[in-house]
């Protein structure tokens, strides 16, 4: 238990000496994890948006699919994208494996079904008349659609913000993809994970320290953004 | 109005960082034939565990201009790194299984440069009586006695390798061994596996640089330290450019050339020394002379 303490003394100490590593690794955690969690977004809301308001068959079985694969282990992901860039692996040739490319590209992958399945549900719980309101009102399709959209903002907001929490707290994925190099794959959980190895339990307490407060930062900058 | 400022704003924010994010890092792959050459070597978990590989890699970078890029693996994650070509060297401790990458056409050169001992640790009062004994009579000793766990890495590495190597030379087979109800595989890395057996109050095959800077601290103590058979040889191993044409033979050999300079190998004999009292590592040379012993 003492270590608990100490790491927190020695969380505080990396912070308010701007330790030049830490603010590196945690810089590095922040970039990669808002961009996969963004690219993810980008891609997962409009599509939210025509899966909610259009019908076909096996509607309901996808969005099971999408739901079943909020449970996908990181660890399949990250060897996924191994063996798809590795040297001798179809896309080998680009040479991104052990990037920090790799590892945006990882966890947008693994954040898609996150952000798809919880952005249907954020437009499922707006009320449908306002997509017909919107309608009669001479809105075409996609005007009703953003319309529906900007009445769930809050709910997607969170849904993103659940995204980036998955993104930055996920180890197995950037471990393998990533290859946790100093000063160019390095995040708060890989480093989090090495220090754990090497037995500096208190440093990767600390670490684990600052990855929340970073969470916490990026949470109440989000929520300002909401009220005003 | 505020409301669709604020998400405009953010809109615009997250379209830019698309754009430029990926961009920059695009860039930093485009630069890749201009700018300071790239090197990337797997490394074995004990080598960076003990802080060496922090300790050289600014050196080398300085001395020779390139970049080089550390990665943390196992020997049998760092092999089948190399066999696939995806990094440049790698740096292992496995004779038999770098001689088959070599032969199998995968590695280029081996260069044996560190060497080290494993020891067996454990409890210590040394229930199964193995203190001062051949590794192989401990070994048979603890699986004699059949109340006290064995703590093994299970995953494969140098380590693990090694191990299977002792019970077979003790005239076990490692199938029956592994199935013993005192037979546990950590699957895990040296130091957790350290830890487990400190818990569990067990013996482990373990390698004298990693015991030194973690399980010390553990309550573990060594019981057996002699023996041909517990030398630990480091090496570094160059993917052979004509299989992998992108691999940067160039730098990987420079590598190994520093690592075998008499400035590197003076290092290793002090590494570790002033922190822990004794040096983790020897020159390979030392090794050579016979000085383990």
């Known amino acids: ?228 | 109005m505020n409301a669709r400022f604020a998400l405009g704003t953010l809109l615009t924010a997250f379209l830019l960082a698309l754009i430029l994010v990926p961009a920059g890092t695009g860039c930093n792959q485009a630069k890749h034939d201009s700018a300071p050459a790239k090197l990337r070597v797997a490394t074995t978990t004990s080598l960076y565990d003990s802080g060496l590989w922090e300790y050289l890699e600014p050196l080398f970078e300085a001395r020779y201009g390139i970049d080089l890029e550390v990665l943390y693996a196992g020997t049998g994650i760092a092999l089948r790194y190399g066999e696939k070509g995806d990094v440049d060297a790698i740096v292992t401790h496995d004779p038999d299984r770098e001689a088959l990458f070599i032969s199998q056409g995968y590695g280029l050169e081996r260069v044996p440069f560190a060497c080290s001992r494993f020891l067996v640790v454990g409890p210590a009062d040394d229930p199964a009586r193995i203190k001062g004994q051949t590794p192989e009579a401990a070994f048979a000793r603890i699986a004699a006695i059949g109340s006290v766990l064995f703590i093994s890495r299970g995953d494969e590495s140098g380590t693990h390798i090694k191990e299977k190597e002792i019970w077979q030379r003790a005239g076990f087979d490692y199938e029956e061994v592994r199935r013993s109800r005192w037979y546990i595989e950590a699957g895990r890395g040296m130091g957790p596996t350290l830890l487990l057996a400190a818990e569990k109050r067990g013996y482990a095959l373990t390698d004298k640089a990693t015991f030194v800077t973690y399980g010390n601290k553990l309550g573990l103590v060594p019981l057996v330290d002699q023996g041909d058979i517990l030398l630990n040889t480091y090496s570094i191993l160059l993917v052979d450019p004509k299989r992998y044409p992108w691999v940067n033979y160039e730098a990987s050999k420079r590598l190994a050339e520093f690592l075998v300079t008499e400035e590197v190998q003076a290092t290793l004999r002090e590494f570790g020394a002033l922190h822990y009292g004794e040096p983790l590592f020897l020159p390979y040379c030392d090794c050579a002379r016979g000085l383990l012993r």
């Open chain 1, 1 to 228: 238990m003492e270590e608990l303490w100490r790491a927190v003394v020695k969380a505080f100490e990396l912070i308010v000496s701007l330790d030049a590593e830490v603010i590196d690794i945690t810089g590095r955690s922040l970039l990669i994890s808002a961009t996969s969690c963004i690219i993810a977004c980008a891609v997962c809301f409009p599509l939210a948006g025509i899966i909610h308001f259009s019908s076909f068959p096996g509607k309901r079985l996808f969005i099971s699919v999408v739901q079943t694969l909020y449970s996908l282990p990181t660890v399949l992901v990250g060897l996924f994208i191994f063996v798809l860039l590795s040297r001798s692996g179809p896309l080998g040739g680009l040479g991104l494996l052990f990037t920090p490319l790799a590892m945006v590209m990882g966890q947008a992958i693994f954040l898609c079904p996150i952000v798809l399945g919880l952005g249907i549900s954020a437009l499922r719980a707006v009320d449908t008349a306002i997509y017909d309101v919107a309608m009669a009102l001479g809105a075409n399709r996609v005007q009703a659609t953003l319309q529906v959209m900007k009445e769930s903002r809050y709910a997607l907001a969170m849904t993103a913000m659940m995204g980036f929490g998955r993104a930055i707290s996920e180890v197995g994925l950037s471990l393998m993809v990533g290859g946790n190099i100093k000063g160019f794959t390095r995040t708060l959980t890989t480093a989090i994970s090495l220090e754990t190895s090497r037995g500096n339990l208190e440093f990767a307490i600390a670490l684990g320290i600052i990855l929340l407060l970073l969470a916490l930062m990026v949470n109440m900058i989000v929520g300002w953004l909401q009220q005003r």
